[in-house]
C-alpha cells in the first residue's frame, strides 16, 4: 500500500465520533407512531401529493388475467356457486376457491400453470396457509393448506420446489392429500382461518367460536387431528352435540377476520356486528388462548379523538371495513389500527397506559381502547391536493363527499383504500409516508417543534377495473444477495427490531416502516399485488433514489433537481447522488456509467449541495442557519463552521451502510445468542454475521470508498478547491494529517480561539474566523477522513470473512479466557476504531497464521499473506508479512535435526524480525528462540523493540512530565520482561505472575533437562549481551531482575561499569572513595544516629554493593557501606533488622577496616576503626540490656507462688511492669543506641546496675572528682546482689564485674566502700542468723576484683582499720581482722607460687612438704619482711580488741602461725 493510503488511526477514530452520532441522531428521528400521530393533531395539512413533474411514486409494473380454467369454472357455476379468493405470499400464490374446487397460482408472474385441487364433495368455506410443525410431516411438507367444508376439515400438504439454479425456490407447487388428517367439524360452519408463525391453526365459526385445530404423529387409537373449541366452555360443546343449530334462536354474531400479531402473540377478531376481540396466546405463543378484552362501541369511542382539523361528512352507518397488527417496529404504545368505511383510520391499544406498553418487556394486554383516530384522504387526488369540498367530475357539489371504503389492506405504514363511491372511474387510494418530510429531521439536532414530529402522507391514486378482493405484500425473493443484505438487520433489537425469529422476508416488510431513507441502500423497491374482480395487479413503490434516478436518465431540467433537493434537503439527496455514482443502491437493473456520472455531478455541484460556510451566514438557503441574532448588549459568539451537503450525505450514507452492525458485537456464541451473559466455554465461537451478509455489505462498503478515491485523484468537486493549498492545515490536505485545530474543528462543534491584540477595535472591521479556502480544506479533510473509515471498515469485514471461512472457533481455541470474553464484547465500532480492536483483529490474524505455518499446517506464509495484504493492509501490513515469514522459519528450525541448519534458520528468523522489531509479538518469537538456545535473538529483540517504541528516549529523559517518562518506560519494560522470563526459565523458578507482571508459563521440559553448567553459560550469555547494549534502563531492569533471582554471584561477575552507580542508586544514598571518611566522621552524632530511613529491598542492595567492595579488595567502602546497615532504620517493624544482624554487620565492618589498615591503604584513617569497634561494644550493650528486659519480663509472667495478702493486686502490678518491659524491649530492637540512651533510658531506670558499671567503664566516666556516680553504682550493684543472694551472690558479682574495671583505673574499684559495705552486711547477716558467711568469702572475692593483687586489698583494710570512727565496734574490727588473714596468707602463697612456676594451688602443696635448703634461699627477705611485720601489727590489733579471749584467740593464733612460718624456712606446714 502506498503511503498515500495509509489509514491514520486518529482519522478513522474521529471518524467513528461522526459515524456514531449520525446513527444516534438517525435512531432518535425514528419516531413512535403514537408520537407521530400526537403531533398530527396540530398539523393542518396531514397529507400531501407527489410533484407531477416527477416520475410517478407508484406505478403498476404488470397485470394478470385471472387464469383461464378459475374463470371458465365460475361461469360454469353461472356465477352462484362460492367463491373465494385470497393471497399466499409465503408459497409466492394465489388461490381462489368455486365451490368444491380450489385453484393455485403465482401471482407475481405468469407460469401458465394453475394447478386444482377437487377432491372434496362439499364446498369449500373457508382456506388457510399453515406452516408445518416441524417432525410430524417428511421435510419436503414445510406448509399445509388448511381447507374447511360445512362438514370436514382437511389438512393437504404443500411441497415447494425450485429450479435447478436455485435462484426461484418457489418455482413449483405441488400438494400432497393427507387422508388421516381429516375431522368433521360437527356443524359448525369456519368463516375464516389464520395461522401463527409457530404452526398453530385458529379458525372461526360462524356460531361465533374459535377452534384450533391440533395435529400429531399419534397412531393407535388416537386420532392423527383433532379440533377444539377455546372460547366456550363444556356445557356449550354439549349443547352443540345435541341440539341441532336450527332449532337455536339465540342472535350468533359470527367472527368474519382473524389476523394474529406474532411479535406480541396476541390474536384479535372482528364479527359482523363490529366487535373486536382480544386473545391472548402467552408470553412464548404456545400457551392456552385467553380472552382479556372485548369492545363494541368502539366507532362512537373515536369520534372525540379524531386528528386533524378537516371536517368529513360521515354517513350514519359506520362500520370497520378490516383490522391490522402493527408491528413493534412501527409503535410500542398502538398494537392494532382498524380502517373504516369512511377512510379513517383507528389506532388501539391493549395497555392501559403509554408507560405500562410493551417497552422492550413482555406484559400481558389487559384491554383495549381507541388511542386516536386519523383523518381519511382527501377525494379528488389527481396532480395537487385540495382540502374541503371539491367539484369532482359526476358529482354535485352539494353530493356527499365522504368516502365509501369497501376494502382496505394496511401493512408497515402503507395504506391501499378501494373507494365504492359513484365515480366516473374506480380507483385505488394509495397512502404512504411522505418520505420528503423525514429530511427536515434527521439534518437538524432535534428539532422539538410539533410540525417536524408530525406524520406526513402522501397520497396517490391507481385506476383499477373491477373491485379490490385482496391485497399483499409481494415478499423480495430469497436469493443470495438481498437475503444476505435482509440478515443485516436481524439482531438490531437495540433500536426496536425485535422480529420473533421470522423470516428474513417478513423481516423487509416491517422494515420498510422506518422509511425508504434508511434502507434503500439494501432494500429492493417494495411490491404489492392486488386481486381484483377483473384479474391481478403489481404495484411498485418508487424509493426517492428510485426517482432521482429517472431524474438523471431522462435529462431533467435542472429546476426539477432543484427542487429534488430542496424538498429532501441537500443532505439526504447528496447522500442518494453517492449511491447512485457509487452504485450501490439496491435496484433491479444496473446503473448505468451515464446515471452515475450524472449523479456524481450532482454531488460535487454547488449550486445543489451548497458550499462550506460559516453557521449565521445566508448565503445558501439550504445550509443550517442560526436562529439567534445580534444583540449589542451580549456576548457575541464566534461562528461556527457548518459543511455543505456533500459532507452530509457522505455521513448518512456512511452511518447508513454501517448502522446494521455498528455497535452489535462481531462475533458471538452459537446458541447462546439470547442469553446476555453468555460466555465463551457455553457454545462455539462464530460470526454474528453470515459471510454472504458481510460480503454484500463489504463490496457496497468498498465501492464508495472507491468512488471517493476516484474523485480525489482527480481533483474532483473541493477537492479541486484545494488542491494548489499545499501544506494549509499544518500537514497534506489530501493525503497527510491535520493540525488538532482542523481536527477539532471538523469532527466537533467547537469554536477557533481568535486572538485580538487590539482590544478597542471595532467588531465590523474584524477578519472573519475562517476563510472560504480554510472551510474548504477541512471538509475535504473531513471526507478523507470518512473514506478512510470506510476503508478500513471494509478491510475489517474482510478480515471477519476470512476468519469465519476458517472457522472462528478453530481460531480463538487457543485464547485465554479472558480475551475470547473480550473477543465477544468487541463491536464492529471498536473494531474498526479503537487500539484493542487493531489488538484483537492482530489476535486473529496470528491465529490464522499459525493454522497454516504450524506444525500441522495447511500451507506457508505466501499461501495467505497474499489474500491479507490485499483485503486488509491496515491489520496486516508489510512488518506483519515478515513477521512471519520469521515465524515459519522458527517452526522449519523446530523440527530439524541439523544443528547447523537449525542455527542458521534461527538466524535468518532474527534477521527478519530486526528489521520489523516493532511488529513482532515477542513473547511467543522469543520462547521459540530459547527452545533454539539462540539467546543472541532473546536478548536483542526486545531491545531493538523498547529503542523502536521509544525512539526519543523518554523513559531516560527526567526534562518531560514524569507521567510521560513512566509510561515510556512501562512500554520499554513490557520488552524488558522477555528476557527476565528466559533468565527465570535458565534459573529453573517457577513463574508468578505478581513479577513485573508477566505472564504465568512453565518451564519448557527442554529447559528442565539443561545441567548446570549449561545453564550457567547461557545464563552469562545473557547477562553478557545485556551489559553490552547501550540501554541504561535495562540495565538497571537486569540488575533487578538477576538480584530478583538469585543470581548475586553472575552479577558481582560480570556487571557492568554503571553496576556501582546503580547499587549506589538503589541503596538511595551514593558513597564515594573521596568523601567516604568525612561522611563517617559527620555521621558520628551524639546520639549515635546516622543517615536515614532504609527499606530492605534498599538494604539488598547495600548488602551487594558491600560484597562488591570486597570482592574489588575496597574494604574502606565495604566498611563504610556496612556502617550504614548495621545503623539503617525502617518505618516497618517487620522490617527492622535485628540486634544480631546488626551485630554481624558491625563486625563485618571491623573486619574490613582491619584488613584495609593491614594493607597499608593510604586513604586508610585509624579513627574508622575505632569508631567501628566503639559501636560495636555499644552494641553488645544494648543487646545485653534487652535480653535482661525480656529475661526480667519473662520472670514476672511466670506464676507466682508468693504467699501476699493481696495477690490480684501483685499480679496486675506485675502485669503492666512486664508489659512496659516488652515495650522497651522492642523500643530497643528497633536501632542502635547511643551509650547515654543505653545508660539513662534503660540501664538506670530498670535497675542494670551491672551493665551501668561496664558502661561506665567502657565510657572512662571522669565526671565527678570523688567518684560518687561509681560509689553510688556499686552499692546499688551490692545491695541488689544481696537481696537476690545473699553475701555469696555479692561476692560473685564482685569478682565478675570487678576483675572487669581494675586493671584500667583503680577510681573505677572503690574497695574500701565495698569492703566496709560487705563486712558489715556479713556482720548482721552472721549475728542474726540470716546467712552463714565463711571468714575467707569476702577477702577472696575482694582479691579476685583485684585479680590476685593482695597489696590493694591489704591497703583497703589497713585504711580502715587505721580509722576507729569508721569501725566502732570491735566485733566488726575482729571480722576485718580476720580478712587480713586471709589476705595475707594468700599474698605469701600466691608470692610463693609465682617464684617456684607454679599456682597457688600447687605451691600450698610443695609447702606441705619437705623444703630443702635450696627452696628455702628462694624467699626473697624482703617479702618476709613484710608479711611477717604486717602479721605482728595486726596481732597486736587483735589483743587490743574489746574482747573475750576466746573470740580473739583463733585470730591472734592464725597471725602468729603466720609469722613464724615466714621466719622459720622449714615452718610451712600450716599452707
Known sequence: MSSSEEIVVRDVTNAGLVVSDRIGRDIAAQLDLEEALEASRYASHPYSTHPREWPPLIEVVDTWELPPVLVERYNAAGGEGTALCGIFPEIRRAWASVDNSLFLWRFDKWDGQCPEYGGEEQVICAVGLAKSKPGVFVEAIQHLLVLATPVELILVGVCCSGRADGADPYAEVTLQPLPEYRIPTDGVTMTCITCTQKGHIFMAGRDGHIYEMHYTTSSGWHKHCRKICLTSGLSNIISRWVVPNVFKFGTVDPIVEMVIDNERNILYTRTEEMKLQVFVLGPTGDGPLKKVAEERNLISQKDGKSTGSRATNRSSKLSIVSISPLSMVESKWLHLVAVLSDGRRMYLSTAPSANSGFNGNYLQPSCLKAVTTRPSPPLGVSSGLAFGAMSLPGRSQNEDLTMKVEAAYYSAGTLILSDSSPTISSSLIIVTKDSTTQSSMTGSLGMSSRSSRALRESISSIPIEGRMLFVADVLPLPDKESTMEQSLYSELAFCGFEFSGESFEKTSVKLWVRGDLPTQHLFPRRRIVVFSTMGMMELVFNRPVDILRRLLESNSPRALLEDFFNRFGAGEAAAMCLMLAAKMAHTENLISNFVAEKAAEAFEDPRLVGMPQLDGSTTLSNARTTTSGFSMGQVVQEAEPVFSGAHEGLCLCTARLLFPLWELPVVATKGGLDSPDAKSESGIVVCRLSVGAMHVLENKIRSLERFLRSRRNQRRGLYGCVAGLGDLTGGSILYGTSSDNMVRNVFGSYYRNVESSEGGTSNKRQRPPYTPAELAAMEVRGMECIRQLLLRSGEALFLLQLASQHHLTRLVQGFDANLKQLLLQLTFHHLVCSEEGDHLATRLISALMEYYTGPDGRGTVDDISGRLREGCPSYYKESDYKFYLAVECLEKAAITHDNDEKENLAREAFNLLSKVPESADLRTVCKRFEDLRFYEAVVRLPLQKAQAIDPAGDALNEQIEIGIRQQALVQREQCYVIIYSALRSLKGEEPSQ??????????????????????????????????????????????????????????????????????????????????????????????????????????????????????????????????????????????????????????????????????????????????????????????????????????????????????????????????????????????????????????????????????????????????????????????????????????????????????????????????????????????????????????????????????????????????????????????????????????????????????????????????????????????????????????????????????????????????????????????
Open 994 to 1471: 505478581r513479577e513485573f507482571g508477566s505472564i504465568v508459563r512453565s518451564a519448557s521440559s527442554s529447559q528442565s533437562n539443561l545441567d548446570k553448567a549449561s545453564r550457567k553459560k547461557y545464563i552469562s550469555q545473557i547477562v553478557q549481551l545485556g551489559v553490552q547494549s547501550t540501554d541504561r534502563a535495562f540495565h538497571e531492569y537486569l540488575y533487578r531482575t538477576m538480584i530478583d533471582l538469585g543470581l548475586e554471584n553472575e552479577l558481582l561477575e560480570y556487571g557492568g561499569p554503571d553496576l556501582v552507580p546503580f547499587l549506589q542508586k538503589a541503596g538511595r544514598e551514593p558513597i564515594q572513595e573521596a568523601g567516604a571518611v568525612s561522611g563517617v566522621a559527620s555521621a558520628a552524632s551524639p546520639t549515635g544516629q546516622t543517615g536515614g530511613t532504609v527499606k530492605s529491598d534498599q538494604a539488598k542492595y547495600l548488602g551487594l554493593l558491600a560484597r562488591y567492595y570486597v570482592l574489588k579488595r575496597q574494604h574502606v567502602l565495604a566498611a563504610h557501606v556496612l556502617l550504614r546497615l548495621a545503623e539503617r532504620r525502617s518505618g516497618d517493624f517487620q522490617d527492622t533488622p535485628t540486634l544480631e544482624q546488626r551485630r554481624q554487620y558491625l563486625s563485618n565492618a571491623v573486619l574490613q577496616a582491619k584488613n584495609a589498615s593491614n594493607n597499608n591503604n593510604s586513604a586508610f584513617d585509624s579513627g574508622l576503626l575505632d569508631l567501628l569497634e566503639g559501636k560495636l561494644a555499644v552494641l553488645q550493650f544494648q543487646m545485653k540490656i534487652k535480653d535482661e528486659l525480656e529475661a526480667m519480663a519473662l520472670r514476672l509472667e511466670e506464676p507466682s507462688t508468693s504467699n501476699e495478702p493481696f495477690p490480684d493486686r501483685t499480679l496486675i502490678t506485675d502485669t503492666n511492669l512486664a508489659s512496659t518491659l516488652k515495650e522497651k524491649a522492642k523500643e530497643i530492637s528497633l536501632d542502635l543506641k547511643s551509650i547515654t540512651q543505653l545508660y539513662n533510658d534503660f540501664a538506670v531506670p530498670f535497675e542494670l546496675w551491672e551493665i551501668c558499671l561496664e558502661m561506665l567503664y567502657f565510657a572512662n566516666y571522669n565526671g565527678d572528682a570523688d567518684s560518687t556516680i561509681i560509689k553510688e553504682t556499686w552499692a546499688r550493684l551490692v545491695d541488689q546482689a544481696l537481696s537476690k543472694g545473699g553475701i555469696a551472690e555479692a561476692c560473685n558479682v564482685l569478682k565478675r564485674v570487678g576483675s572487669h574495671v581494675y586493671p584500667v583505673d583503680g577510681s573505677l574499684l572503690p574497695l574500701d566502700t565495698l569492703c566496709l559495705h560487705l563486712e558489715k552486711a556479713a556482720l548482721e547477716r552472721l549475728v542474726s542468723g540470716v546467712e552463714s558467711v565463711g571468714d575467707e568469702d569476702i577477702a577472696r572475692a575482694l582479691l579476685a576484683a583485684c585479680k590476685g593483687s593482695p597489696e590493694p586489698v591489704l591497703n583497703t583494710y589497713e585504711q580502715l582499720l587505721s580509722n576507729g570512727a569508721i569501725l566502732p565496734s570491735p566485733n566488726l574490727r575482729l571480722r576485718l581482722l580476720r580478712s587480713v588473714l586471709v589476705v595475707l596468707s594468700e599474698w605469701a602463697m600466691s608470692f610463693f607460687a609465682q617464684r617456684i612456676g607454679t599456682s597457688a594451688s600447687g605451691a600450698s602443696l610443695i609447702l606441705g612438704g619437705t623444703f630443702s635448703s635450696d627452696q628455702t634461699t628462694i624467699i626473697n627477705q624482703g617479702f618476709r619482711d613484710k608479711i611477717t611485720s604486717a602479721a605482728n601489727r595486726y596481732m597486736t590489733e587483735v589483743r587490743r580488741l574489746a574482747l573475750p579471749q576466746n573470740q580473739t584467740e583463733a585470730v591472734y593464733r592464725g597471725f602468729r602461725e603466720l609469722e613464724e612460718s615466714l621466719i622459720s624456712p622449714y615452718s610451712f606446714d600450716r599452707f
